[in-house]
């Protein structure tokens, strides 16, 4: 079964940072997209970056470039999410997701995850 584990969210003040972790397990090691999404409450659920498991091709939904970084860890199976300048309307549910999709889909911000983490809480005040 495929797990996505989610860790690193916290309360921090406008401007700073935190780092998301976000562990994948049962998709092996082949190629995949891993991405992170958030929700705000009675917002709908958005896409804030993704990267793909076999090239290291990488989107950022606009809102969030320059700001955030998402990387990968390999042998770890492992996705990382840099939240630097944060504002508070980065405050959020943030969500791994990963799914088995083409490059273009993983990186073109369609990406719809098939499997998805409980979520890690961040809060910006």
């Known amino acids: 079964d495929v797990q996505l584990v989610e860790s690193g969210g916290g309360s921090v003040q406008t401007g700073g940072s935190l780092r998301l972790s976000c562990a994948a397990s049962g998709m092996g090691y082949g190629v995949y997209c891993l991405g992170w999404f958030r929700q705000a409450p009675g917002k709908e659920r958005k896409a804030v970056a993704s990267i793909y498991r076999g090239g290291g091709s990488t989107y950022y939904a606009p809102f969030v470039k320059d700001r955030f970084t998402i990387s990968l860890d390999n042998p770890k199976n492992t996705v990382y999410l840099q939240l630097n300048s944060l504002k508070p309307e980065d405050t959020a549910t943030y969500y791994c997701?990963?799914?088995?999709?083409?490059?273009?889909?993983?990186?073109?911000?369609?990406?719809?995850?098939?499997?998805w983490g409980d979520g890690t809480q961040v809060t910006v005040s």
């Open positions: 997701g990963a799914g088995f999709v083409l490059p273009g889909t993983c990186v073109g911000g369609s990406f719809l995850p098939a499997w």
